[in-house]
């Protein structure tokens, strides 16, 4: 039973304009979420967090909501760029234990 | 060197073979994790180490040995494998274990293909 869900396997984005990545959760005890982003051929890397305490978080061109009513995520990039062609994947934790429950990953493509 | 190393990158294996993957964690972290990455699955946890001690064993199958022979090295033992656990196998690493706020760092991942 999937708890971190991405929908959205794929999705294109012209250079300039946003991405929005969206990610749904079904465990109401999460309270730590990640969005992690990974390019072919390397692992994972940390990209962004955001805390059950907060509904937002930005970094630089990075913003992510949290909706807990509605326990949704979304990461928004703005604005796109090429080298943000990478897959993005969505990851949960409850804090009691560091067990990170992951999506399958969306895969964005910036067109130049 | 630094973050979180994996050897090898690539790995062809007969389902008769024993063969070993290993990672090795630069950043004086005190957790370490092996995950398991099939195609169009999300991650899976494998493995968790913190402090060199198994903490978790999400019910993989004995095929899969992990070992922490000290807080930066964790190895992945296999052995009789079968072809349905060809996948990327990524180890990670984190500060401590036993806060769920804590950042992963992977390392780049072993892709494996049983044969």
């Known amino acids: 039973d999937q708890q971190v869900k991405q929908n959205s396997p794929s999705l294109s984005v012209q250079e300039g304009r946003i991405s929005i990545l969206n990610c749904d959760y079904t465990?109401?005890?999460?309270?730590?979420f990640l969005w992690y982003k990974k390019y072919p051929a390397e692992g994972p890397t940390f990209l962004i967090s955001?805390?059950?305490?907060?509904d937002k978080n930005e970094d630089g061109r990075f913003t992510v909501f949290l909706n807990k009513s509605a326990k949704h995520l979304s990461l928004h990039i703005v604005p796109s760029q090429p080298g943000d062609s990478a897959v993005y994947f969505c990851a949960a934790s409850a804090y009691t234990g560091n067990q990170f429950y992951f999506g399958t990953g969306t895969s964005l493509t910036v067109i130049p | 060197e630094t973050g979180v190393t994996q050897t090898p990158r690539h790995l062809v294996m007969g389902m008769t073979n024993k063969k070993s993957l290993k990672c090795e964690q630069h950043?004086?972290?005190?957790?370490m994790y092996w995950y398991k990455q099939s195609a169009k699955k999300p991650l899976e946890l494998m493995f968790v180490y913190s402090l060199e001690e198994r903490v978790e064993n999400n019910s993989v199958p004995s095929r899969f040995s992990p070992e922490c022979p000290n807080s930066s090295h964790l190895f992945l033992h296999l052995h009789t494998l079968q072809p349905e656990d060809s996948a990327l196998y990524l180890c990670a690493s984190s500060q401590d274990f036993d806060r769920g706020n804590e950042k992963l760092f992977f390392g780049s991942g072993t892709q494996l293909s049983v044969l």
């Open positions: 955001i805390s059950s305490i907060k």
């Open positions: 465990n109401s005890m999460f309270d730590y």
């Open positions: 950043l004086g972290h005190n957790a």
